[in-house]
């Protein structure tokens, strides 16, 4: 299984970033793709959450209203649209994959990428 994460870089404040995620080796359809993030010195955190079929959807108040994910199953790639950034958005994403619903917790996802960095700059 190889998830590649892509789309990271610098931006100033305000501005926006698409971050992709392309899998192989699963089928991806069946899995629950995730978006977490780990800044400098800090636990890595959850960021969005998309099921399967892209009906469930779950951001936490963080980024609620600023990031969407999404996915494209033909393709077997997740998106993360980040908009209005923040210099605390500053970190490592990845993207992972699980089977299951309610997943928020690292310790749930079974496949990571190798994680993409975005800085934004005040």
């Known amino acids: 299984v190889q998830l590649q994460a892509s789309g990271g870089g610098l931006v100033q404040a305000g501005g926006s970033l698409r971050l992709s995620c392309a899998a192989s080796?699963?089928?991806?359809?069946?899995?629950?793709m995730g978006w977490f993030r780990q800044a400098p010195g800090k636990e890595r955190e959850l960021v969005g959450v998309?099921?399967?079929?892209?009906?469930?959807?779950y951001y936490p108040d963080s980024v609620k209203g600023r990031f969407t994910i999404s996915r494209d199953n033909a393709k077997n790639t997740v998106y993360l649209q980040m908009n209005s950034l923040k210099p605390e958005d500053t970190a490592v994403y990845y993207c992972?994959?699980?089977?299951?619903?309610?997943?928020?917790?690292?310790?749930?996802?079974?496949?990571w990428g190798q994680g993409t960095l975005v800085t934004v700059s005040s």
């Open positions: 998309i099921t399967w079929s892209g009906s469930g959807l």
């Open positions: 080796g699963l089928t991806f359809s069946s899995y629950t």
């Open positions: 992972a994959a699980a089977v299951g619903s309610g997943l928020r917790r690292p310790g749930q996802y079974d496949y």
